[in-house]
C-alpha cells in the first residue's frame, strides 16, 4: 500500500507517535547491583540534633471533591542536612516519605513506603523504594510486599535539583529554594516519584498573592506543572491546595482517625 492509499488518520497517528517519541524516553533500566553508600551524616563534631522548622497537618476540606486526604509533614535541620518527614493518607494507599537534602535544599535521598489502608498483615504489605541522588545515575533499590528485590537506575537528562513527590508539603522545599517574587518563575530539571518515577524539566511558578477564604488571610500562591496550585505562608511552607486541601484546624468536623497504624516507619534500615 502506498502512502497516498493510507487513511489520513492513520498518517497522522504516526507522525504524532514521531513527536512524542522523545518525551516518553525510557528512563528505568534494570542493574545488576548499585553502590550501597551511608545514611547521609555531617561531618564528626557538627551537632545532628533535629530542629523543627515546620510540622503541619492537613486534610480535606468542604470543597475537595477528590477522596479524603490527610497529610502530616514535618520539616527539620539536622546539623548541615535538612530533612523533610510525610505521611499521606487516603483511602487507596498510605505513603510514608523521608527526603534527605543538603544544605543547599538540593535532594540526596529519598527513601518511600507505601503501604494498603486496612491491610491484615501487620506490616501493611509495604512497597519500598529507596532513591539515591548522590549517584551519577538515580539508584532504586525496591523490595516489593512478598520481600522480592530489585535494583534500577534512571537515567534521565540531567541530575534534578527539585522534588515532586506524595502530599504538598514536599514543595516547600522547593519554593524556599526557588525564593520567587510574584509574578517570576524558574524552569529545573525535577524527579516526580509518584507513581512511575521521572525526570523532567518542571516549571515552578510564583502568581500574585491571594486572599484565601478559608485561612482568614492572604497566602502566597505557586504553580507546578502548569496547574497543581499551592498555597504558603510567608516563608514558604505549604498551608494547602486549589483542590481543597487546608489546614487541619480550618478543616470543617472532627479529625478522622488514623486509616491505619502499621510499624513505624525506619527510612534508615529499609529496604
Not at 504558603?232 to 498551608?239: A, K, N, S
Not at 481543597?244 to 470543617?252: C, Q, R, S
Request: proline share 11%; glycine share 8%.
Amino acid at each position: 500500500m502506498s502512502l497516498r492509499d493510507r487513511p489520513l488518520t492513520v498518517l497522522l497517528l504516526a507522525a504524532a507517535a514521531l513527536l512524542l517519541a522523545p518525551a516518553c524516553k525510557r528512563q528505568h533500566y534494570t542493574v545488576e547491583r548499585i553502590p550501597e553508600l551511608p545514611y547521609p551524616s555531617c561531618p564528626p563534631g557538627v551537632d545532628m540534633t533535629p530542629t523543627v522548622l515546620m510540622d503541619r497537618k492537613l486534610r480535606s476540606g468542604h470543597t475537595d471533591t477528590r477522596l479524603p486526604i490527610v497529610e502530616r509533614y514535618r520539616i527539620e535541620k539536622r546539623g548541615c542536612l535538612v530533612a523533610a518527614v510525610v505521611r499521606q493518607e487516603w483511602p487507596l494507599q498510605i505513603a510514608d516519605v523521608e527526603v534527605i537534602y543538603d544544605e543547599q535544599l538540593l535532594p540526596l535521598r529519598i527513601w518511600r513506603r507505601q503501604t494498603v489502608p486496612g491491610s491484615k498483615r501487620p506490616d501493611g504489605s509495604p512497597d519500598f523504594k529507596r532513591f539515591d541522588l548522590r549517584t551519577p545515575q538515580i539508584t532504586v533499590k525496591h523490595k516489593n510486599d512478598k520481600g522480592e528485590v530489585d535494583l534500577e537506575e534512571i537515567r534521565g537528562p540531567g541530575k534534578p535539583v527539585a522534588l515532586i513527590g506524595p502530599g504538598r508539603g514536599l514543595l516547600s522545599l522547593w519554593i524556599r529554594k526557588a525564593k520567587l517574587n510574584p509574578g517570576e518563575k524558574v524552569r529545573e530539571l525535577a524527579f516526580d516519584f509518584r507513581g512511575v518515577e521521572k525526570i523532567a524539566p518542571v516549571t515552578l511558578q510564583r502568581h500574585p498573592d491571594r486572599s484565601i477564604d478559608w485561612l482568614g488571610g492572604v497566602a502566597q500562591v505557586y504553580t507546578v506543572l502548569g496547574r497543581e496550585a499551592v498555597f504558603t505562608d510567608r516563608e514558604g511552607f505549604v498551608l494547602g491546595d486549589l483542590a481543597g486541601l487546608v489546614l487541619d484546624e480550618k478543616a470543617p468536623g472532627p479529625a478522622p482517625r488514623p486509616m491505619s497504624t502499621f510499624e513505624p516507619p525506619d527510612p534508615v534500615h529499609t529496604p
